[in-house]
């Protein structure tokens, strides 16, 4: 779940600006993109121990679905 998230918004900055970001910088660009916040904030609790994730698997991979799908369409437009 976290990946297609990381690589959409990596992604979409490398086509946009012809330069790779990190992984940290990616979810700032999440963002950017309209990513649901509870869905950025909870990658980031879980990927950097900054709080309690807040969201059951089944809910984040629903919103990252779902995100994930709608991005790819306005990266590559």
């Not at 940290?24 to 649901?36: K, M, N, T």
């Not at 709080?51 to 984040?60: A, D, I, K, T």
Request: proline residues 3%; hydrophobic residues 45%; charged residues 25%.
């Amino acid at each position: 779940m976290d990946l297609g998230m990381v690589t959409v918004a990596r992604a979409t900055v490398t086509l946009q600006d012809g330069r790779l970001i990190s992984k940290r910088e990616a979810l700032e660009v999440l963002h950017e993109l309209g990513a649901p916040a509870v869905l950025i904030a909870d990658i980031r609790a879980r990927r950097y121990g900054t709080e309690q994730p807040v969201l059951s698997r089944y809910r984040r991979g629903r919103l990252a679905r779902a995100f994930v799908r709608s991005a790819i369409g306005r990266a590559l437009a």
